[in-house]
T-cell receptor
Framework: SAVISQKPSRDICQRGTSLTIQCQVD?????MFWYRQQPGQSLTLIAT?????????ESGFVIDKFPISRPNLTFSTLTVSNMSPEDSSIYLC?????FGTGELFFGEGSRLTVL | EDQVTQSPEALRLQEGESSSLNCSYT??????LFWYRQDPGKGPEFLFT???AGEEKEKERLKATLTKKESFLHITAPKPEDSATYLC?????????????FGKGTHLIIQP
C-alpha cells in the first residue's frame, strides 16, 4: 500500500491569497487524485493529475482556481487560488491501488481555513 | 442522476451493541461499491470492495453486504476504537477511480 504525505496539514489563510498543497507518494503512480471534503458534505473529486499531461478537472472545478502540477510520478501540487471563506475545506490527495480497482489510498489531508 | 445516500448520519452505540449502517445507491450501472473508514484528522482508509449482489466481505467486527439497491455495514460487538466516520462510494460501470461517487458518511460513536 502506498504511503502519502501531504503538506501543510493545516493552515489559516487570508481572503484573496493563494496556497499550494504538496503531495508526495512513496512509490511511482500514474494518476493522482485531488479531493475536497467540505463540512457535512461528501468527498468530491476536484481533478485527476497525470504525469506529463494537463490535469483533468471535474464539473464545477476550473484550472484557474485550482491549478495542479505533476512534475514526476511521485509528486503533485494543488493550488487554491484567490481564496474566499467558501474554500475552507479539507483537501485530500489520493492514489489508486492497482489501475481501475477503485481502491484509493489517501493522504491525511490539508485543512484550510480562509478568513 | 447517480446518488449515494448513507443513513443514519450519526449513530451512538454502547460498547458491545451491534448495529448496521446503510448505503443506498441509485446508479445507471454498478461496477463496485466501496466502504472506507475515516478517523478525525485523517484521510479515509479503504475497508472493502463489493462487486455483485449477494457478496459479503468481513474484517474483524465488520461485515459488508450488497444487494441490487443498497449495502450494509454490519458491526458486531463494537469497541470504542471502532468509532469513526464510515464512507460508502460507488464506481460506475466503465468508470475508473475518477468515477467514484461518495456518500456523506455515517459518524459512529461507540461509548465504553
Amino acid at each position: 500500500s502506498a504511503v502519502i504525505s501531504q503538506k501543510p496539514s493545516r493552515d489559516i489563510c487570508q481572503r484573496g491569497t493563494s496556497l499550494t498543497i504538496q503531495c508526495q507518494v512513496d512509490s511511482q503512480v500514474t494518476m493522482m487524485f485531488w479531493y475536497r471534503q467540505q463540512p457535512g458534505q461528501s468527498l468530491t473529486l476536484i481533478a485527476t493529475a497525470n504525469q506529463g499531461s494537463e490535469a483533468t478537472y471535474e464539473s464545477g472545478f476550473v484550472i484557474d482556481k485550482f491549478p495542479i502540477s505533476r512534475p514526476n510520478l511521485t509528486f503533485s501540487t494543488l493550488t487554491v487560488s484567490n481564496m474566499s471563506p467558501e474554500d475552507s475545506s479539507i483537501y485530500l490527495c489520493s492514489v489508486e491501488e492497482g489501475f481501475g480497482t477503485g481502491e484509493l489510498f489517501f493522504g491525511e489531508g490539508s485543512r484550510l481555513t480562509v478568513l | 442522476e447517480d446518488q449515494v445516500t448513507q443513513s443514519p448520519e450519526a449513530l451512538r452505540l454502547q460498547e458491545g451493541e451491534s448495529s448496521s449502517l446503510n448505503c443506498s445507491y441509485t446508479v445507471s450501472g454498478l461496477r463496485g461499491l466501496f466502504w472506507y473508514r475515516q478517523d478525525p484528522g485523517k484521510g479515509p482508509e479503504f475497508l472493502f470492495t463489493l462487486y455483485s449482489a449477494g457478496e459479503e466481505k468481513e474484517k474483524e467486527r465488520l461485515k459488508a453486504t450488497l444487494t441490487k439497491k443498497e449495502s450494509f455495514l454490519h458491526i458486531t460487538a463494537p469497541k470504542p476504537e471502532d468509532s469513526a466516520t464510515y464512507l460508502c462510494a460507488v464506481q460506475l460501470t466503465g468508470g475508473g477511480a475518477d468515477g467514484l461517487t461518495f456518500g456523506k458518511g455515517t459518524h459512529l460513536i461507540i461509548q465504553p
